[in-house]
């Protein structure tokens, strides 16, 4: 695929995603900016729930989505304090949530106190909020819990499994994306798959796309089923689309 087709597709796929401890709503508003290029757009912007009412401001009369992240970074285990984050950022104007599951209860063996945190989420999103699972693969670590973390958000009916935080020395990976991948279809398909996290070259982001097309598909690796989760790369995106 040439160059410039592929960073067009990628663009499409693109979660542009600024979760800085520093943030501001002046930062967050130039990223907003930054998303509206001439080439096209990407699906959706990722911030804190503290930035949803700037991003929502900056993008208005944009089809790009908001998404915001809820237990986030740590993944803790109280499915209360979850239920709570997740309606203020839905409140606040967010359409995707990205929930950190708590996997260091998974880890443990507490896979009901994992699920409890999927669940208050799903129920507090209601109808028509997108729903991404982080899994964070790189710190499971085994296959078998990715697996099991993957089994959890395929039964909550989530939209999307997700790798990673980005937070943690280990983020996306190849062979987690196809255990994940191997668990969506094993159910039909219908949930999909975002991978986030050191993903900064076309290159790189091409392993995926090759990965996802070879085991669904050309045509299931749409927004509405896989994004990528990335600040860096949107600039070698910008970058190949501006030659």
């Not at 409890?116 to 729903?131: D, K, P, S, Y």
């Not at 290159?203 to 050309?218: F, H, N, P, R």
Request: charged share 20%.
């Amino acid at each position: 695929m040439p160059q410039s087709l592929l960073a067009s597709r990628l663009l499409a796929l693109l979660d542009l995603t600024s979760l800085g401890e520093d943030d501001s709503p002046i930062r967050i508003r130039a990223l907003c900016a930054s998303a509206c290029t001439p080439y096209g757009q990407p699906a959706a912007v990722c911030v804190y729930p503290e930035h949803v009412t700037s991003a929502r401001e900056a993008l208005a009369g944009t089809p790009i989505k908001i998404a915001s992240v809820v237990n986030f970074p740590e993944g803790g285990d109280d499915p209360q304090r979850v239920h709570r984050e997740t309606r203020r950022a839905v409140a606040a104007g967010a359409d995707e949530i990205d929930m950190v599951l708590a996997w260091r209860a998974l880890r443990a063996g507490d896979t009901a106190r994992a699920k409890a945190g999927v669940e208050a989420c799903r129920q507090a999103c209601g109808t028509g909020i997108t729903l991404k699972l982080i899994l964070e693969t790189g710190e499971l670590a085994s296959p078998a819990l990715i697996r099991d973390a993957s089994a959890i958000g395929l039964d909550a009916g989530v939209d999307f499994l997700k790798t990673s935080t980005g937070k943690v020395p280990v983020n996306a990976t190849l062979p987690a994306a196809t255990l994940m991948l191997d668990a969506i279809a094993e159910r039909g398909g219908q949930c999909g798959l975002k991978v986030a996290g050191g993903i900064r070259t076309l290159g790189e982001a091409q392993q995926y796309l090759a990965l996802v097309d070879a085991k669904l598909g050309s045509a299931w690796a749409a927004p509405m089923r896989f994004r990528i989760g990335a600040s860096a790369l949107f600039d070698a995106i910008v970058a190949e689309l501006g030659h």
